[in-house]
C-alpha cells in the first residue's frame, strides 16, 4: 500500500504544484501577416552564386491558444497551436539548359508554441514581450517550378512542360519536422495585443546532405484576450 501512495504522490505531485503555481487567465484567438524566407542560398544549390536578389514570402497564419498566469507575477505561460505556413520565393538557372527557373515553395505547417509572456504598464495600456519555442510538422508542401520555355521533363512526360509541380517533403527535398524559437514584442490594450513577432528556426530543413537550410520568419501580429465560450 505504501508503494502505491508514493507512486500517486510522484505521479500527482508536480501536477498540482504546477497547479498551485499557474492559474488559467484567458484564451487567446491570435492571427497576423508573415515574411517567410529559408537561409542561407547556398542550401538551395542556387546557379549563379551569388544568387540574385529575392524578396521574403508573404503568408497568413493563426491559431487559439491559452494564457496560464504566475502567481502574484506580471509574467504568463501561453501554450497553443497554430496554423503557420513556411516557404520562399527564388529565381536561379536550371544547370542542363541554362535558362532562368522561377520557384515558389508553399510549406503548410501545424505549430505547437510555447511562450513566456511578460506584460507590463498601466490598467488598460501595457508593454507586451515575449519569448519562447516551436515544435512544427509540415501537413502539406509544393514546390512550383516555372520557366519561359518548356525545359521540365518527367518519365511520365511525352513532352516537355514550362512549368513542374513537385512535392516538397520528398526525400531528397525538405524535412517536415521543424522547430525553433519565437520572440515577440509590441503593447497591449483592453486585451488586444498587438505588435512584430520574429521566427528563427534551428531544424535544418533540407534532407541533401552538405546543403543546410533553416527557417526564418518576421511578420505583424493581433490577438484578442477573451474569458471562454
Do not use: C
Not at 38 to 63: A, E, H, I, M, Q
Not at 92 to 112: C, E, F, I, M, P
Not at 128 to 151: C, E, K, N, P
Request: charged content about 15%; cysteine-free.
Amino acid at each position: 500500500m505504501s508503494l502505491r501512495l508514493l507512486a500517486f504522490a510522484l505521479l500527482l505531485g508536480p501536477a498540482a504544484a504546477a497547479q498551485g503555481f499557474l492559474k488559467f487567465e484567458k484564451r487567446i484567438f491570435k492571427m497576423g501577416v508573415n515574411f517567410v524566407d529559408v537561409t542561407p542560398t547556398t542550401g538551395l544549390g542556387v546557379v549563379p552564386y551569388p544568387p540574385l536578389p529575392r524578396p521574403p514570402k508573404p503568408t497568413f497564419n493563426l491559431g487559439f491558444a491559452a494564457d496560464f498566469r504566475l502567481m502574484r507575477s506580471p509574467l504568463a505561460l501561453r501554450i497553443g497551436g497554430q496554423y503557420q505556413p513556411r516557404g520562399y520565393w527564388l529565381t536561379t538557372t536550371q544547370l542542363r539548359t541554362g535558362k532562368s527557373v522561377r520557384v515558389n515553395a508553399s510549406l503548410h505547417y501545424l505549430d505547437l508554441p510555447v511562450d513566456l509572456v511578460l506584460t507590463l504598464g498601466g490598467e488598460r495600456t501595457k508593454l507586451y514581450v515575449s519569448a519562447g519555442g516551436y515544435v512544427g510538422y509540415g501537413l502539406y508542401g509544393r514546390r512550383v517550378q516555372r520557366a519561359d520555355s518548356a525545359i521540365f521533363r518527367t518519365s511520365a512526360d511525352t513532352v516537355a512542360r514550362s512549368t513542374q509541380r513537385l512535392n516538397a517533403f520528398a526525400s531528397n527535398s525538405l524535412n517536415r519536422l521543424d522547430y525553433g524559437l519565437n520572440f515577440a514584442i509590441g503593447f497591449e490594450r483592453n486585451d488586444f495585443q498587438f505588435g512584430v513577432t520574429y521566427g528563427h528556426g534551428l531544424a535544418n530543413a533540407s534532407n541533401v546532405p552538405r546543403q543546410p537550410l533553416y527557417h526564418r520568419s518576421l511578420g505583424l501580429f493581433l490577438a484578442y484576450r477573451f474569458d471562454g465560450m
